[in-house]
T-cell receptor
């Protein structure tokens, strides 16, 4: 069983839609949960970071962590064409060892 | 902001040859850098952790004699894929720790023919 599962998509939505991206995981020791955004030919950049369970909001982006279900989500409100990218979830028990999802490719159509 | 420059962005090499990939931290000193690879439809997997001035630490299953890592300065780490074979074709990406955060390079697509 993979440590982290993420639907690779691709996901295509119209501009203005609400996007929901999800990951599930198997290791209950994970405490740190990240979402990275990766544009074509660029490296991943940190979008959201959450410690333990709960919600975190930053502008149009909301990250949710449900440790009881081992499930994390990223919501994008009022999606824009500039949000078109690959979104990677990543998690860690602490320290430098990250476990990544495979990434979900998102296209927002104008 | 923190920038990590990775070169080349893509490379094609013949089987049996060696390829060197460079990662430079442009505006900060990176005492620790990480090397990942990603095979198609799979996730980024940590290969090794390199610390400036010391030997790299390799993850289980990664051949240290095949993937040579050098971190001779605080701004440069290199990964050399020696005697490359088609199964080494992958996306290689470095990351540098800066404070509590991590900055990724843009990655190198290696194709071995």
């Amino acid at each position: 069983q993979k440590e982290v599962e993420q639907d690779p998509g691709p996901l295509s939505v119209p501009e203005g839609a609400i996007v929901s991206l999800n990951c599930t995981y198997s290791n209950s020791a994970f405490q740190y949960f990240m979402w990275y955004r990766q544009y074509s030919r660029k490296g991943p950049e940190l979008l959201m970071y959450t410690y333990s369970s709960g919600n975190k909001e930053d502008g149009r982006f909301t990250a949710q962590v449900d440790k009881s279900s081992k499930y994390i989500s990223l919501f994008i409100r009022d999606s824009q064409p500039s949000d078109s990218a690959t979104y990677l979830c990543a998690m860690s028990v602490g320290g430098d060892q990250f476990y990544f999802g495979t990434g979900t490719s998102l296209t927002v159509i104008p | 902001g923190a920038v990590v420059s990775q070169h080349p962005s893509w490379v094609i090499c013949k089987s049996g040859t060696s390829v060197k990939i460079e990662c430079r931290s442009l505006d900060f000193q990176a005492t620790t850098m990480f090397w990942y690879r990603q095979f198609p439809k799979q996730s980024l997997m940590l290969m090794a952790t390199s610390n400036e001035g010391s030997k790299a630490t390799y993850e289980q299953g990664v051949e240290k004699d095949k993937f040579l890592i050098n971190h001779a300065s605080l701004t440069l780490s290199t990964l050399t894929v020696t005697s490359a074979h088609p199964e080494d074709s992958s996306f290689y990406i470095c990351s540098a720790r800066r404070g509590d955060g991590y900055t990724f390079g843009s990655g190198t697509r290696l194709t071995v023919v």
